[in-house]
Protein backbone atom coordinates (compact mmCIF):
# COMPACT_ATOMS: atom_id res chain seq x y z
CA UNK A 1 0.00 0.00 0.00
CA UNK A 2 1.36 3.12 -1.08
CA UNK A 3 1.15 5.90 2.27
CA UNK A 4 2.93 8.98 3.23
CA UNK A 5 3.11 9.59 6.73
CA UNK A 6 4.42 13.45 8.08
CA UNK A 7 5.58 14.44 11.42
CA UNK A 8 7.01 17.01 13.55
CA UNK A 9 4.09 19.68 13.48
CA UNK A 10 4.29 21.52 16.45
CA UNK A 11 3.66 24.65 18.10
CA UNK A 12 6.46 27.29 17.95
CA UNK A 13 7.12 31.03 18.21
CA UNK A 14 7.29 33.14 15.40
CA UNK A 15 10.90 33.95 13.94
CA UNK A 16 11.52 30.09 14.94
CA UNK A 17 12.21 27.15 12.66
CA UNK A 18 10.88 23.76 12.37
CA UNK A 19 11.23 20.47 10.53
CA UNK A 20 8.56 18.31 8.96
CA UNK A 21 9.53 14.85 8.35
CA UNK A 22 7.58 12.56 5.76
CA UNK A 23 7.93 8.60 5.55
CA UNK A 24 6.96 7.06 2.54
CA UNK A 25 6.01 3.61 1.66
CA UNK A 26 4.64 1.14 -0.66
CA UNK A 27 6.71 2.43 -3.90
CA UNK A 28 10.03 2.98 -5.13
CA UNK A 29 10.36 6.66 -3.68
CA UNK A 30 13.41 7.84 -5.36
CA UNK A 31 11.71 7.58 -8.78
CA UNK A 32 9.25 10.21 -8.01
CA UNK A 33 9.05 13.88 -7.74
CA UNK A 34 7.71 15.15 -3.99
CA UNK A 35 6.26 18.07 -2.82
CA UNK A 36 5.05 19.74 -0.07
CA UNK A 37 1.46 21.37 0.26
CA UNK A 38 -0.61 23.47 3.32
CA UNK A 39 -3.52 24.37 3.89
CA UNK A 40 -3.96 27.28 6.54
CA UNK A 41 -7.41 26.56 8.79
CA UNK A 42 -10.07 26.84 6.90
CA UNK A 43 -8.37 28.04 3.56
CA UNK A 44 -7.68 26.46 0.50
CA UNK A 45 -4.76 24.39 -0.80
CA UNK A 46 -1.55 26.09 -1.76
CA UNK A 47 1.54 24.43 -2.58
CA UNK A 48 4.98 25.37 -1.14
CA UNK A 49 7.80 23.63 -3.04
CA UNK A 50 8.53 20.04 -4.76
CA UNK A 51 11.93 17.98 -5.12
CA UNK A 52 12.94 16.33 -7.72
CA UNK A 53 13.41 11.93 -7.53
CA UNK A 54 16.92 12.37 -7.02
CA UNK A 55 17.25 15.29 -4.64
CA UNK A 56 19.05 17.58 -7.43
CA UNK A 57 17.04 19.67 -8.03
CA UNK A 58 14.13 21.94 -5.65
CA UNK A 59 11.84 24.82 -6.15
CA UNK A 60 9.90 26.48 -3.79
CA UNK A 61 6.59 29.17 -4.01
CA UNK A 62 7.62 32.79 -3.61
CA UNK A 63 5.83 32.97 -0.25
CA UNK A 64 8.56 30.42 1.20
CA UNK A 65 11.23 30.85 -1.18
CA UNK A 66 14.71 32.09 0.95
CA UNK A 67 13.04 30.57 4.19
CA UNK A 68 12.27 27.19 3.61
CA UNK A 69 13.84 23.84 2.25
CA UNK A 70 13.05 21.12 0.88
CA UNK A 71 15.15 17.89 1.18
CA UNK A 72 15.29 14.18 0.98
CA UNK A 73 16.74 11.00 1.83
CA UNK A 74 16.18 8.07 -0.56
CA UNK A 75 17.94 5.77 1.41
CA UNK A 76 15.62 6.34 4.31
CA UNK A 77 12.06 7.21 1.80
CA UNK A 78 12.06 10.39 3.68
CA UNK A 79 11.31 13.92 2.86
CA UNK A 80 11.93 16.84 4.57
CA UNK A 81 10.58 20.52 5.13
CA UNK A 82 13.01 22.55 6.94
CA UNK A 83 11.27 25.91 7.35
CA UNK A 84 12.89 29.25 9.40
CA UNK A 85 11.79 32.50 9.97
CA UNK A 86 8.34 31.30 10.71
CA UNK A 87 5.52 33.94 10.43
CA UNK A 88 1.85 33.56 11.75
CA UNK A 89 1.00 33.40 8.08
CA UNK A 90 2.71 30.01 7.81
CA UNK A 91 0.24 28.57 10.37
CA UNK A 92 -1.29 25.59 8.09
CA UNK A 93 -1.85 21.96 8.04
CA UNK A 94 1.15 20.89 5.77
CA UNK A 95 0.84 17.92 4.10
CA UNK A 96 3.45 15.83 1.61
CA UNK A 97 2.14 14.84 -1.64
CA UNK A 98 2.75 13.54 -4.94
CA UNK A 99 1.16 15.87 -7.22
CA UNK A 100 2.07 13.80 -10.44
CA UNK A 101 -0.67 10.76 -10.64
CA UNK A 102 0.51 7.90 -12.70
CA UNK A 103 -1.40 4.32 -12.66
CA UNK A 104 1.40 2.66 -10.46
CA UNK A 105 1.26 4.85 -7.53
CA UNK A 106 -1.77 7.57 -7.84
CA UNK A 107 -1.19 10.25 -6.06
CA UNK A 108 -0.92 9.97 -2.45
CA UNK A 109 -1.53 12.73 0.25
CA UNK A 110 -0.18 12.18 3.90
CA UNK A 111 -2.66 13.00 6.65
CA UNK A 112 -0.73 16.05 7.16
CA UNK A 113 0.80 17.90 10.20
CA UNK A 114 -0.30 21.02 12.04
CA UNK A 115 2.07 23.75 12.13
CA UNK A 116 0.88 26.79 14.94
CA UNK A 117 3.07 29.70 15.13
CA UNK A 118 2.28 32.28 17.52
CA UNK A 119 3.21 35.49 17.31
CA UNK B 1 2.04 31.73 -8.72
CA UNK B 2 -1.57 32.57 -8.73
CA UNK B 3 -4.35 30.53 -7.50
CA UNK B 4 -6.49 29.22 -10.41
CA UNK B 5 -9.90 30.86 -10.55
CA UNK B 6 -12.72 28.72 -9.22
CA UNK B 7 -16.28 29.51 -7.55
CA UNK B 8 -16.81 29.80 -4.50
CA UNK B 9 -19.63 27.70 -3.82
CA UNK B 10 -21.85 25.44 -5.84
CA UNK B 11 -25.30 23.50 -4.89
CA UNK B 12 -27.29 21.33 -5.77
CA UNK B 13 -30.23 18.42 -5.09
CA UNK B 14 -30.25 14.91 -4.60
CA UNK B 15 -29.72 13.65 -8.30
CA UNK B 16 -28.95 16.84 -9.98
CA UNK B 17 -25.84 17.64 -12.10
CA UNK B 18 -23.33 20.79 -11.44
CA UNK B 19 -20.66 21.64 -12.56
CA UNK B 20 -17.34 23.74 -10.77
CA UNK B 21 -15.03 25.43 -13.19
CA UNK B 22 -11.41 26.51 -12.75
CA UNK B 23 -9.49 29.10 -14.74
CA UNK B 24 -5.67 29.73 -15.31
CA UNK B 25 -3.56 30.93 -17.89
CA UNK B 26 -1.03 30.20 -20.97
CA UNK B 27 1.18 29.37 -18.42
CA UNK B 28 -0.97 26.38 -16.43
CA UNK B 29 -4.19 25.03 -17.70
CA UNK B 30 -3.72 26.26 -21.05
CA UNK B 31 -0.60 24.75 -21.09
CA UNK B 32 -0.60 21.67 -19.61
CA UNK B 33 -2.83 18.50 -19.48
CA UNK B 34 -1.72 18.39 -15.93
CA UNK B 35 -4.60 19.00 -14.48
CA UNK B 36 -5.78 17.16 -11.54
CA UNK B 37 -9.11 17.75 -9.27
CA UNK B 38 -9.13 16.90 -5.44
CA UNK B 39 -12.42 16.01 -2.97
CA UNK B 40 -11.97 16.93 0.19
CA UNK B 41 -13.91 15.78 3.07
CA UNK B 42 -13.86 17.93 6.43
CA UNK B 43 -10.53 17.24 8.58
CA UNK B 44 -9.59 14.60 5.80
CA UNK B 45 -6.33 15.07 3.09
CA UNK B 46 -7.57 15.63 -0.85
CA UNK B 47 -7.91 12.78 -2.61
CA UNK B 48 -7.88 12.61 -6.32
CA UNK B 49 -10.47 12.14 -8.39
CA UNK B 50 -9.30 13.36 -11.90
CA UNK B 51 -6.47 13.61 -13.65
CA UNK B 52 -4.53 14.48 -16.54
CA UNK B 53 -7.79 16.52 -17.09
CA UNK B 54 -10.09 14.16 -17.71
CA UNK B 55 -8.69 10.76 -16.47
CA UNK B 56 -10.56 8.45 -13.46
CA UNK B 57 -8.43 6.86 -11.01
CA UNK B 58 -9.42 3.33 -10.54
CA UNK B 59 -12.20 2.91 -7.73
CA UNK B 60 -13.53 6.60 -8.67
CA UNK B 61 -17.04 7.03 -9.20
CA UNK B 62 -18.21 7.26 -12.66
CA UNK B 63 -20.73 9.93 -11.45
CA UNK B 64 -17.42 11.97 -12.00
CA UNK B 65 -16.41 13.21 -14.82
CA UNK B 66 -13.83 16.38 -16.19
CA UNK B 67 -12.60 18.40 -19.47
CA UNK B 68 -10.54 20.95 -20.54
CA UNK B 69 -11.02 23.70 -22.98
CA UNK B 70 -7.86 26.15 -23.17
CA UNK B 71 -7.53 27.98 -20.11
CA UNK B 72 -10.23 26.06 -18.70
CA UNK B 73 -10.77 23.00 -17.11
CA UNK B 74 -14.09 22.08 -15.39
CA UNK B 75 -15.78 19.64 -13.06
CA UNK B 76 -19.13 17.83 -13.54
CA UNK B 77 -20.66 16.03 -10.77
CA UNK B 78 -24.06 14.03 -12.03
CA UNK B 79 -26.70 12.16 -9.87
CA UNK B 80 -25.46 14.34 -6.82
CA UNK B 81 -25.35 12.26 -3.48
CA UNK B 82 -25.54 13.37 0.15
CA UNK B 83 -21.54 11.91 -0.02
CA UNK B 84 -20.06 14.53 -2.34
CA UNK B 85 -20.75 17.68 0.06
CA UNK B 86 -17.10 18.48 0.10
CA UNK B 87 -14.42 21.18 -0.92
CA UNK B 88 -12.98 20.52 -4.54
CA UNK B 89 -10.01 22.09 -5.65
CA UNK B 90 -8.29 22.04 -9.21
CA UNK B 91 -4.56 21.64 -9.60
CA UNK B 92 -2.45 22.09 -12.47
CA UNK B 93 1.44 22.08 -13.27
CA UNK B 94 2.50 25.45 -14.30
CA UNK B 95 6.12 24.60 -15.27
CA UNK B 96 9.57 23.87 -14.19
CA UNK B 97 8.13 21.32 -11.65
CA UNK B 98 5.78 23.97 -9.98
CA UNK B 99 1.89 23.19 -9.27
CA UNK B 100 -0.36 25.92 -8.77
CA UNK B 101 -3.99 25.46 -6.97
CA UNK B 102 -7.98 26.73 -7.01
CA UNK B 103 -9.22 28.26 -4.30
CA UNK B 104 -11.53 25.69 -3.71
CA UNK B 105 -15.44 24.99 -4.08
CA UNK B 106 -17.75 24.05 -1.64
CA UNK B 107 -20.26 22.10 -2.79
CA UNK B 108 -23.18 21.72 -0.77
CA UNK B 109 -26.20 18.84 -1.42
CA UNK B 110 -29.32 20.01 -0.65
Known amino acids: EVQLVESGGDLVQSGRSLRLSCAAS????????MNWVRQAPGKGLEWVSS????????IYADSVKGRFTISRDNSKNMVYLQMSGLRAEDTATYYC????????????WGQGTLVTVSS | QSALTQPASVSGSPGQSITISCTGTNSDVGSYNLVSWYQQHPGKAPKVIIY???KRPSGVSDRFSASKSGNTASLTISGLQAEDEADYYCCSYAGSTTWVFGGGTKLTVL
Open chain 1, 97 to 108: AKLYFDNLTGSP
Open chain 1, 26 to 33: GFTFKNYA
Open chain 1, 51 to 58: ISGSGGTS
Open chain 2, 52 to 54: EAS
